[in-house]
């Protein structure tokens, strides 16, 4: 994605996408690191893309059976997805994953 603004003098200035994440979402991701969900020497590019994560993401109902690793798997990979994204990653899908997983 490619975004450019003119500076006043006429030319354009190229200028890349700066999103951030709400406060709950800060908060979220906070909590995933300083819990220790999120894995540090797990390559989550490539998993993200097996069929074990694509069923826990088109079918979030299937989270509650998930064991304690691949739920941190999942957080990993859709969290490091965000993060690497300009914001068009699945924020909205890792909340509600969890929400799903583990109703009130």
């Given at each position: 994605?490619?975004?450019?603004v003119?500076?006043?003098?006429?030319?354009?200035?190229?200028?890349?996408?700066?999103?951030?994440?709400?406060?709950?979402g800060?908060?979220?991701?906070?909590?995933?690191?300083?819990?220790?969900?999120?894995?540090?020497?797990?390559d989550?590019?490539?998993?993200?893309?097996?069929?074990?994560?694509?069923?826990?993401?088109?079918?979030?109902?299937?989270v509650?059976?998930?064991?304690?690793?691949?739920?941190?798997?999942?957080?990993t990979?859709?969290?490091?997805?965000?993060?690497?994204?300009?914001?068009?990653?699945?924020?909205?899908?890792?909340?509600?994953i969890?929400?799903?997983?583990?109703?009130?």
């Amino acid at each position: 994605m490619k975004a450019t603004v003119t500076d006043p003098d006429g030319s354009e200035i190229l200028c890349f996408p700066h999103v951030e994440l709400s406060e709950l979402g800060k908060q979220f991701f906070d909590m995933c690191y300083n819990q220790n969900w999120v894995m540090f020497d797990f390559d989550a590019g490539n998993w993200i893309n097996t069929e074990e994560a694509q069923l826990l993401i088109q079918a979030p109902q299937n989270v509650g059976q998930a064991s304690l690793q691949t739920l941190r798997q999942l957080l990993t990979s859709l969290i490091r997805q965000e993060r690497f994204s300009d914001g068009r990653g699945p924020v909205r899908e890792v909340v509600g994953i969890c929400l799903g997983a583990f109703p009130g």
